[in-house]
């Protein structure tokens, strides 16, 4: 059973210095579900120290024993999914599928990294004098810090915490308070495997307080966030004061562009398993969709029927396709954005308001899966990051239209587009201003390929063979007189 109301420092599994807490809920029912500490900057302190402390040696061991450690922790990962999803669905509200391949996504990283960290190589240079010798090896930063979002409870950690640790850094992590639950099941499961104490680490409570002491501090080289442009803004720039080096996931508002030569039943399957995952909260969930003139209304049409289908409920009831959001702030969000579309014009073809369900689910944070038809760029919903399961569908009659309209945003991390048109596919993809395109596509996530935007949504890449040069310096050491 897992223990609630405690963090995870040095090994040891334990509560905020008051004693204080902070309730967990369970987004279906808007119960408490359990403790999470408070913690703020004097346990991000000892953390913080326990990293520092445990840094000297994990970074010496050779790749391969630190890799041995990560495989093991990859197979006790695998031996508990029915556990870790349960956690996740009871703590984020995600049905349990959804929480099956996070599962299997967020234990892919660990895997891919665990296998990526022996692979880190340096270069010998054609020396320019002939008594030179110049050559380029790859050290860890140090310790690193991990701050990371309710809507991916598992896999946000480990995509930032895998490969730190792979790389030979240590770790302070700070998960969501809504979600923390999933984080601490993952560093009992790491301590089962036999990670060292001071690897991995974990605070969690006040989130100003614990970003302010890993700011602060100058141990800390490295920050890993994903969550919204304000919170990464603040974050790049507090970190000015230390010079640290920062990655970051921030907001999207990824364009979905239906070309008249789209399969549009394809497409429109499309839209709905990108703009209802997760309830519509996740950052590549697609937020605007540009369909063109001549198939505007057969592809309403279609997605008014699939949406149509979707079962709201419980993440736990197997039946459930739609889950609740995490919050009632969330909610709201989602209802302003509706009104505000509708009030200017658009027309809900299906949703548009908060579901009756019976109890406990009256209590919880549900909204009802929506259809806009006829939105038009003056409304929120062009311009803002909905984060719900409602998704706006805009006409357009141009190619360059389409991508003048996708562009139109300060966000830039993935995009979705259709057509059968291999010219317009490679146009298309390269004038689109995004960090991820899918054609034809919408499940792009994975531990293979590169993770992250561009323009405001942010720096660096998760990953990958490229989400390991995130924790890894090069140091140029040249020796003379040879
Ligand atoms: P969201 O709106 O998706 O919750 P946030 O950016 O607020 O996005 O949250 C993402 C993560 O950032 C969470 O772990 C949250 O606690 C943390 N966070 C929020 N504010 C701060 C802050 N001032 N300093 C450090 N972390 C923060």
Known sequence: MLKTG????????????DDATIDVLNPATGEVLAKAPSMGCVETQTAIAAAAAAFPTWSRLVAKERCKI??????????????????????????????KGEF?????????????????????????????????????????AAITPWNFPMSMITRKVSPAIAAGCTVVLKPAEATPLTALALAELARRAGMPDGVFNIVVGDPAAIGKAM?????????????????????MAGAAATVKRVSLELGGNAPYIVFDDADVEAAAAGIVASAFRNAGQTCICAN?????????????????????KLKLGSGMDPTT?????????????????????????????????????PQPYDKGFFFS???????????????????????????FRTDTEAVQ???????????????????????????????????????????????????QSGLGREQSKYGLDEYLYLKYIQMGNI
């Open 215 to 235: 700011l602060d501090s100058d141990t800390v080289r490295k920050i890993g966030f994903t969550g919204s442009t304000a919170v990464g803004k603040h974050l």
């Open 104 to 144: 299997l996504s967020g234990a892919a990283s660990i895997e891919w990294f665990a296998e990526e960290g022996r692979r880190v190589t340096g270069d010998v240079l054609q020396p320019v004098a002939p008594h030179r010798r110049q050559l380029i090896v790859k050290q860890p930063v140090g310790v690193a």
């Open 70 to 99: 990560m495989r093991r922790w990859y197979d006790e990962v695998m031996a508990h999914q029915d556990d870790i999803c349960t956690i996740m669905t009871m703590e984020s509200g995600k049905p349990y599928t959804e929480s």
């Open 369 to 395: 899966p929506t259809v806009l038809a006829n939105a038009t760029i003056d409304m929120k919903v062009f311009r803002e990051e909905t984060f719900g399961p409602a998704i706006p569908l805009f006409r």
């Open 405 to 455: 309209l996708a562009n139109d945003t300060e966000y830039g991390l993935a995009a979705y587009f259709w057509t059968q048109d291999l010219a317009r596919a490679w146009r298309v993809a390269e004038e689109l201003e995004y960090g991820m395109v899918g054609v034809n596509d919408v499940a792009i996530t994975s531990e293979v390929a590169p993770f992250g935007g561009i323009k």
């Open 321 to 357: 396709t739609l889950g609740p959001l995490i919050s009632d702030k969330g909610v709201q969000r989602v209802q302003d954005h509706v009104e505000d579309a509708l009030a200017k014009g658009a027309t809900a073809t299906i949703g548009g308001k908060r579901p009756d369900l």
């Open 288 to 308: 605007r969709v540009l369909v063109q003139d001549g198939v505007y209304d057969t592809f309403v049409e279609a997605v008014t029927e699939r949406v149509s």
């Open 6 to 17: 405690v963090g995870f420092i040095n090994g040891d599994f334990l509560g905020a210095s």
